[in-house]
């Protein structure tokens, strides 16, 4: 069973979450696309009506729009029900690591106004401890060398046995990725989180940076894609 079967079952199970009238938060990376295609499908069949979505990413935006799911702006949802969204790693407390597609800040700005938060991943995401992927910490440009050098103290200090701290690059290698809201990215490998929580407080303590990929206490829900379905995980 291929990892992209895997997401297909876990982002068509999310469907059972979403009601008609709905006001909903779009997240970003292959398997929320998979979702949205999903979405579309369904608003054409007729089973889902008067949805509006909310993107986290101009790639969302673009696949929301192909897929026919009407979007608003995020100024206007006075109220966004639920969130669906990716993951790169969640652990068994439902932590999370987010950012690897480059859109964590509006992520997390979208998540955390959610009423619900339910996160679609296939079973490779699932770990016991959180570090294994890079950590992405979204920066401002400005100072970024200092900030980098802060990010490494606070991620060792926070019990990091290591801090590999890289700028990402685009895909040329040669300019720095830039997010949509104009922002860089520095990708922290520490092979391991042993206090996320402790993490996170450090990294939010940082003039220059904007926000962390670590989403703590947001998702209520985790969908796990299998090879012969879907697995719903509550807390």
Do not use: W
């Amino acid at each position: 069973m291929s990892a992209s079967a895997m997401k297909t079952h876990a982002a068509e199970a999310a469907l059972d979450y979403v009601e008609s009238g709905m006001t909903l938060g779009l997240g970003s990376g292959s398997t929320a696309e998979i979702f949205i295609a999903r979405l579309g499908e369904a608003l054409k069949a007729g089973n889902l009506t008067s949805l509006r979505g909310v993107p986290t990413s101009e790639m969302t935006a673009r696949a929301a729009k192909a897929a026919g799911v009407p979007l608003i702006p995020v100024d206007q949802a006075v109220r966004i029900d639920l969130t669906v969204d990716g993951a790169d790693e969640v652990d068994g407390r439902f932590r999370l690591i987010k950012g690897g597609g480059g859109c964590l800040l509006r992520e997390k700005i979208i998540a955390h106004a959610s009423d619900r938060m339910v996160v679609v991943i296939d079973e490779t995401k699932l770990v016991e401890t959180l570090g294994a992927f890079p950590l992405p910490v979204e920066v401002d440009p400005f100072g970024f060398t200092i900030t980098a050098k802060k990010v490494f103290d606070a991620l060792r200090a926070s019990g990091a046995p290591r801090c590999d701290v890289a700028l990402r690059r685009r895909g040329d290698g040669l300019e720095p990725f830039v997010t949509d809201g104009g922002h860089y990215i520095l990708d922290c490998a520490c092979d391991e989180l042993p206090d996320p929580e402790a993490a996170a407080r450090r990294l939010a303590a940082i003039p220059g940076v904007v926000e962390h990929g670590l989403f703590i206490g947001l998702a209520r829900t985790v969908i796990v894609g299998e090879e012969d379905g879907a697995q719903v995980l509550e807390i």
